[in-house]
């Protein structure tokens, strides 16, 4: 593993409890930093915080919610004086169907935890980063954002906008010290898995010229440089972790 430096930092990671978000957690920490984990299942947030140990704190949040999340950053900022990061992973893929079949209130629920909710988080966080003229932003946006995968349409729409909204924001703090940047992963095997049908699981390995699923160590290699200082030059920035998936 190299290393990388967050030491004396902080970062708030949504929906870590498990998957990408406690990956990315554990690659902050070991690069000496301090993280909050958000997610909406608090128990499990506690147990992530607790197996990550005393560098770890959690909060109960729904990212889709306004008040869920202003209430998680002042309760975030009682415990630690300053948010250095924030890691916007929480996320769904809702169902595997057509755009003719797909049901309206699933569509709505991804589109709302995954755009609605990375915007929330970042419209709340964002004013505290420019107060203290430093921070660092990473979303994790999806491969499917560039592709249009079939049958998660949802998920597709809601990772390009992703991918959009980090161009916007990275260029609206482009005079500050506060960077935006998104990753488009190609597929990693998480609990995420769960929700997806098997011929969609295949689909999607079946696009990797690797011939393999990514690791949750890769991608939190990734993202753990774009927390850090060394991240200087890079803003409104899409990086890719596909396996040789991407064309663009």
Known sequence: MNQLDFSGRHAVITGAATGLGYGIAERLLASGGQVTIWDRNLDAARKAASALGASAFAVG??????????????????????????????????PNAKVWDYPVDAWREVIEINLHGLFICCREIVPHMR????????N????????????????????????????????ELADTDVRVNCVTP?????AIFDQMSPEHIAFMLSKIPMGRFGTVQEVAAM??????????FS???????????STY
């Open 61 to 94: 949040v729904d990212v889709a919610q306004e008040a869920s999340v202003a209430k998680a950053v002042a309760a975030t900022l009682a415990h630690h004086p300053r948010i250095d990061a924030l890691v916007n992973s929480a996320g769904i893929t809702g």
């Open 131 to 138: 107060s203290q003229g430093y921070g660092r932003i990473v």
């Open 140 to 171: 994790i946006a999806s491969v499917a954002g560039k592709d249009g995968n079939p049958n998660a349409s949802a998920y597709s729409a809601s990772k390009a906008a992703v991918i959009a909204l980090t161009k916007s924001l990275g260029k």
């Open 186 to 190: 190609a597929a990693v095997k998480t």
């Open 223 to 232: 993202v753990g440089w774009l927390c850090t200082e060394d991240c200087s």
């Open 235 to 245: 803003t409104g920035a899409v990086f890719d972790l596909s396996g040789g998936r």
